[in-house]
């Protein structure tokens, strides 16, 4: 996962992403849908950036 000092944003339809400076990784999940931040979507975005990492 994201080292301390990471950078992140997220927008209201649950697009995210962010930028790690210590590991030299940056990361974007982009979707279109409402209501913002449900337990779905933050599901989905913790899975994608656990699968990014696993894989460097």
């Not at 649950?14 to 779905?40: C, K, M, R």
């Amino acid at each position: 996962m994201r080292a301390p000092y990471s950078g992140s944003w997220a927008g209201l339809c649950n697009s995210h992403f962010w930028v790690d400076p210590t590991t030299g990784v940056t990361g974007a999940i982009y979707s279109q849908f409402l209501p913002f931040v449900t337990p779905e979507s933050m599901a989905l975005y913790a899975a994608f950036e656990k699968a990014l990492y696993a894989g460097l």
